[in-house]
């Protein structure tokens, strides 16, 4: 297959990467165990180039591994049929923010913790929170990106209004819309989100912010073993104690992050524990507080 035209497309020439010449970095993910192979490297700047890149994929029929930071943990970004890797990182603006009705529209490529500090400096928030910050909002829309706060805010889904789409011939489409009420049609935004890439390539996104909240606080709670700390979590939402986040570790993990940040937790017994996450008011927070505890006390809790 000739993949020249691509010149056409992709004007300049350090935005377009063929054969061998590409970096084995594009060719993997996160983890950097398995690589896969690709003919050619695109880096795309508008959509117009998405678009393009799309169309003349679907018209020769060659394979397209959307990638925007490279840092998911499941292979959704190897190339393993080869054809072209279609990079967005450099489509990574804030396009748009709208304060009164609580919506923010970005370019694929933006870094999840850009926009969150963004939004924050303004009094908003964005709550969606996986593990790897330095994520691309497109990424985290294509995999439905969870993270610890899921346990009340949610995940990506939940916070998706609208999404510009590239479909696989190249079409240009709009679905969702910035209206919480939308009945016109199917629901196709949501088929989107989690889809991988599969269904099309995000040009755009509209995300709905919530006001920041004033105050939080994270807890550690000792367990006497693995079994009280698990039991005590469904006891702690059923308590409506209302947790941001909830973490489970074993009692080597608190030591190893003992010993690395050279500093001593203050829950000295147990062998299992929770961390727990609460924000809002204070006495929000305090009320939730007083709720959690009383549930991890039933529950066996040796400390807070």
Known sequence: MDYSDLKNIIKDKERIIFGNEIDKKYL????????????????????KEIAEVIKFANENSIPVTPRGAGSCLTGATI???????LDLSKMNKILEIDEENLLVTVEPGVLLKEVQKYVEEKGLFYPPDPGEKASTIGGNISTNAGGMRAVKYGVTRDYVRELEVVTGNGELITVGSKTIKNSSGLDVKNLIIGSEGTLGVITKAVLKLIPKPKHTVSILISFDSLEYGINSVSRIIKSSANPTAIEFMERNIVQNSERYLNLKLPSGRGNAYL??????????????YTKAKEAAINSGALEF
């Open 28 to 47: 993997t993910d996160g983890l950097n165990l398995d690589y896969g192979d690709a003919d050619a490297l695109v880096f795309a700047e508008n959509t």
């Open 79 to 85: 190339p393993n049929k080869k054809g072209i890797i």
């Open 275 to 288: 961390i727990l996450t609460f924000d809002g008011e204070e006495d929000e927070i305090v009320s939730n």
